[in-house]
């Protein structure tokens, strides 16, 4: 769907969910044992300290067993080595660095090929990513180690500016505020009656809109085309 008016939005969104079958990996949407987590601990000793976080995680995966809220943010963090016992019994090791490599590596192929227009990743004809991006890369998984999501990503925005990867310094914008494409979409030009919003012709354009329309396109191809072929009906 590259040529829909929100292709790229459309493309960001399935990054974000095949970026978490690896980060996500062993968890489950649905209510399983295999979501709870005992023992949890990392070689980070930030993040094992915390007796509310082990309170939180106790009581997380005991009222809301759905997906990885038994071991917090632990899946979520590039820099983690960790591991937990789940409801299972079994001990499970995680390497988030080395996990977040190969999600880094497929997901360089699926920009390749979506770049290139095709329709299918050719797994026999796969462009190598340069060896110093890649080293880089994994250097930085480890390196760049604050809790904070938005303060690493400044650190990338940052390092790409100082152009240490291969294509050389790209001035990346990103605007941090979750609100901001809704307020360019919605805001009234007549600030003082800013419950008045008119409709603008450039509305059904903007990024807040097609954003929104890539989710339901995301949602419909989930629900409707991939999971009854497992026979899953969800509404």
């Not at 890649?134 to 180690?145: A, E, G, K, P, V």
């Not at 307020?183 to 929104?212: C, T």
Request: charged content about 25%; aromatic content about 12%; overall charge neutral.
């Amino acid at each position: 769907q590259r040529l829909k008016p929100y292709g790229l939005h459309r493309l960001g969104i399935t990054l974000h969910v095949y970026a978490d079958t690896w980060a996500h990996q062993g968890f489950a949407g649905v209510n399983h044992a295999v979501n709870e987590a005992e023992e949890l601990r990392s070689n980070n000793p930030r993040f094992d300290t915390s007796m509310l976080d082990k309170i939180a995680s106790y009581f997380i995966g005991d009222a809301y067993p759905l997906g990885h809220g038994a071991v917090l943010t632990y899946p979520d963090q590039p820099f983690l080595v960790w591991e937990y016992v789940n409801g299972l019994g079994e001990r499970v090791h995680r390497d988030n660095p080395k996990d977040y490599l190969q999600a880094v590596d497929n997901i360089f192929h699926v920009l390749v090929n979506y770049k290139k227009g095709n329709d299918a990743i050719d797994f026999a004809k796969l462009t190598p990513m340069k060896a110093e991006d890649r080293s880089l890369i994994r250097t930085l998984f480890s390196q760049l180690d604050h809790a904070d999501g938005d303060r690493r990503h400044r650190q990338w925005l940052e390092i790409i500016a100082q152009g240490r990867f291969s294509f050389g310094a790209e001035t990346v914008a990103y605007e941090p505020n979750q609100k901001h494409w809704k307020m360019q979409a919605l805001v009234p030009e007549n600030k003082g009656r800013p419950r008045v919003i008119r409709y603008r012709a450039d509305f059904l354009s903007s990024d807040w809109k097609l954003f929104h329309d890539a989710l339901m396109a995301h949602r419909f191809s989930v629900i409707r085309d991939i999971l009854p072929q497992y026979q899953i009906c969800a509404v």
